[in-house]
Every structure is written in structure tokens, then in C-alpha cells.
T-cell receptor, first 115, second 114 residues
Framework: DGGITQSPKYLFRKEGQNVTLSCEQN?????MYWYRQDPGQGLRLIYY???????QKGDIAEGYSVSREKKESFPLTVTSAQKNPTAFYLC??????????????FGPGTRLTVL | QQQVKQSPQSLIVQKGGISIINCAYE??????FPWYQQFPGKGPALLIA?????SEKKEGRFTISFNKSAKQFSLHIMDSQPGDSATYFC?????????????FGQGTTLQVKP
């Protein structure tokens, strides 16, 4: 099956710990994205990457880091510098077109809770 | 930075009724406007999208109406069903550059009563 997988589904973090959320896609998409969703809120962009070994900050990148060493993988690290990390994290991917934006396909999400 | 304003925040409709959700955007050099549907605890899934060389696109019970001059677009759900109860997000291109970014609205929680 083609798609996007995220793991784990649920993650618990203690204060001061770094945690890494996994995102893998087999859609052969060049672009990948990380969003944060808080209750009753829209999706806010954390980081995005259009090509391997390159990524850009989104609107709320502080306290987060990413890497893009492989086309199919885009892991997100939530560092201890992120003051309020409890949220639902969504990974997405899309093709890159000359026309700008295109359909983004989302994974099932990871719910992170800080204890 | 693009802003997308979505309304209403929540909506209650009787089964068989019409659900209407509206979005307004600021500016864009690219034309791609999707609507996503999200069920609790799940990732959003594309519902319908429009590239407004047309003013309307229909897929089954779902229709996007687009008004480019007003920079507004809306989602109409005809014959609303309890299974349509979900959160709906509109989105618009995030910048004039070719980044593929989307800016999402705040979401509308739809409840369809039996």
C-alpha cells in the first residue's frame, strides 16, 4: 500500500527530554511537511522540505529540528526548548510542481503528551 | 504571509440539510484551493480541490464554489449525513514562490444530527 506512516501513535515525554517522531512515505514525493495541531486549532507548519538534504523553517519552528537524509524519511525532533509540546503532530507529503501548491497527503498523526 | 479565514467555527445541521462553510484568503500567485476532512484522532484527508480556471467543482454531494474577485471560496455539502460529522479545513497557497506550502484555515466542526 502506498502512503505515509507515522510512529509512534502515542508518545509520552518527561520534562527536559528530546523525542523524535518518525515519518516515512512511499509515494515517491519530493516534498514533506510537519504540522502541529492543537485542540480547536488549524494546522500550523513547523518545517518543510522540498528536496533531500534541504529544509526550511515554517511558522513555528522554535524548539523543533528535522533532517532529510533520505527522500522517504523526514523525522521531527521535539527538543526540550519547546515550551509547550503537548499536541497532535501530522506529517504530510506532496509532489513539487511548477504551479506551486498541490495536494498534500497526511499521515495518521502522533499524539505527544508531556508528563 | 498568507492568511486564511474560515467560518463558521462550528455548524450543526439536520440530516438531509445543506452544510455551507466559507473561506477567505488574501492573495496568491498560484491557484490551488483544497478542502480537507478530518475525523477525530485521524490525519486530514483531501475531500475536494479546485484550480479556479472554473468557478465551481462538484464531486458527488460536495461542491466548491470559487469567487476569485472576492478572494473567497466555499464548501457546500448537499444532503448532509451523520457520517459527514467531522472537522473541515480549507487551505490556500502559502506564498507566491514555488514552495508547495499551504496555509490552513482554523477549521469548522460539523455535526449532522439524525
Amino acid at each position: 500500500d502506498g502512503g505515509i506512516t507515522q510512529s509512534p501513535k502515542y508518545l509520552f515525554r518527561k520534562e527536559g527530554q528530546n523525542v523524535t517522531l518518525s515519518c516515512e512515505q512511499n509515494l515517491n514525493h519530493d516534498a514533506m511537511y510537519w504540522y502541529r495541531q492543537d485542540p480547536g486549532q488549524g494546522l500550523r507548519l513547523i518545517y518543510y522540505s522540498q528536496i533531500v538534504n534541504d529544509f526550511q523553517k515554517g511558522d513555528i519552528a522554535e524548539g523543533y529540528s528535522v533532517s532529510r537524509e533520505k527522500k522517504e524519511s523526514f523525522p521531527l525532533t521535539v527538543t526540550s526548548a519547546q515550551k509547550n509540546p503537548t499536541a497532535f503532530y501530522l506529517c504530510a507529503s506532496s509532489v513539487v510542481t511548477s504551479g506551486g501548491a498541490d495536494t498534500q497527503y497526511f499521515g495518521p498523526g502522533t499524539r505527544l503528551t508531556v508528563l | 504571509q498568507q492568511q486564511v479565514k474560515q467560518s463558521p467555527q462550528s455548524l450543526i445541521v439536520q440530516k438531509g440539510g445543506i452544510s455551507i462553510i466559507n473561506c477567505a484568503y488574501e492573495n496568491t500567485a498560484f491557484d490551488y484551493f483544497p478542502w480537507y476532512q478530518q475525523f477525530p484522532g485521524k490525519g486530514p484527508a483531501l475531500l475536494i480541490a479546485i484550480r479556479p480556471d472554473v468557478s465551481e467543482k462538484k464531486e458527488g454531494r460536495f461542491t466548491i464554489s470559487f469567487n476569485k474577485s472576492a478572494k473567497q471560496f466555499s464548501l457546500h455539502i448537499m444532503d448532509s449525513q451523520p457520517g459527514d460529522s467531522a472537522t473541515y479545513f480549507c487551505a490556500a497557497p502559502g506564498s507566491p514562490s514555488n514552495t508547495g506550502k499551504l496555509i490552513f484555515g482554523q477549521g469548522t466542526t460539523l455535526q449532522v444530527k439524525p
